[in-house]
């Protein structure tokens, strides 16, 4: 059973247009984090979402956490070329465990 | 500067033949992750460790070990590799208890022929 379900799991969309990927699950999470990897690359860290509700912006990208903290969202406002990749969520379920888990993924390609 | 380090980038092994992959941190972080990921899908845990604390995971094959002598280095080893164990494998670091923010090193791709 997969704890961390994305959605898409590919999109591709010209450049210029705003698109959301969403994490959804069924269990309460701690924390939460959103990854971006680039191929033949480790995961880098884009943000985490801790409270209920809270909504975050990086540049163009904006994460918001559920107010159930069992879901997440992330939206790219004007998708670059660069923006191309694989995004993860990721969360640690109980507090203090440790264990990262990791969603299924959504692949993103920005076509020029 | 790199803070997780892995090595080597690229092996090739035999398949049968033991290999090691390994990892450094310079991040003076608790825990250490092992990750599996195959094409195109997300980074499957194999274990982690806290400190000096080995968290295996239930679907984690026997075929795959795991030390970690001090806190910066951390070895996977896998004893007979299988045509299906050829993958990226990434290794991961956090605090901890609380922030599990993780750092990637760059990953070792392994082939079996």
């Known amino acids: 059973t997969q704890l961390l379900e994305q959605s898409p799991q590919f999109l591709s969309i010209q450049e210029g247009e705003n698109l959301t990927v969403y994490c959804n699950s069924s269990s309460v999470f701690s924390s939460l984090q959103w990854y971006r990897q680039e191929p033949g690359e480790g995961p880098v860290l884009l943000v985490t979402?801790?409270?209920?509700?809270e909504v975050k912006k990086l540049k163009r990208l904006t994460f918001q956490f559920g107010d159930a903290r069992k879901d997440s969202s992330l939206h790219i406002t004007a998708a670059q070329t660069g923006d191309t990749g694989l995004y993860l969520c990721a969360g640690e379920i109980n507090f203090g465990n440790e264990k990262l888990t990791f969603g299924t993924g959504t692949r993103l390609t920005i076509i020029p | 500067d790199a803070m997780v380090i892995q090595n080597p980038r690229y092996q090739v092994t035999q398949f049968g033949k033991p290999v090691t992959l390994s990892c450094s941190q310079t991040l003076n972080h608790n825990v250490m992750y092992w990750y599996q990921q195959k094409s195109s899908q997300a980074p499957k845990l194999l274990f982690h460790?806290?400190?000096?604390?080995?968290?295996n995971e239930a679907d984690t094959p026997d075929n795959f070990q795991s030390r970690r002598p001090n806190t910066s280095f951390c070895f996977l080893d896998i004893r007979s590799p299988g045509l299906g164990d050829a993958a990226m494998y990434l290794c991961?670091?956090?605090?901890?208890?609380?922030?599990?923010?993780?750092?990637f090193g760059q990953g070792t791709r392994l082939t079996v022929v």
């Open positions: 979402v801790v409270t209920g509700g």
């Open positions: 460790y806290y400190d000096k604390d080995f968290n």
């Open positions: 991961a670091t956090s605090r901890g208890r609380g922030g599990t923010e993780a750092f």
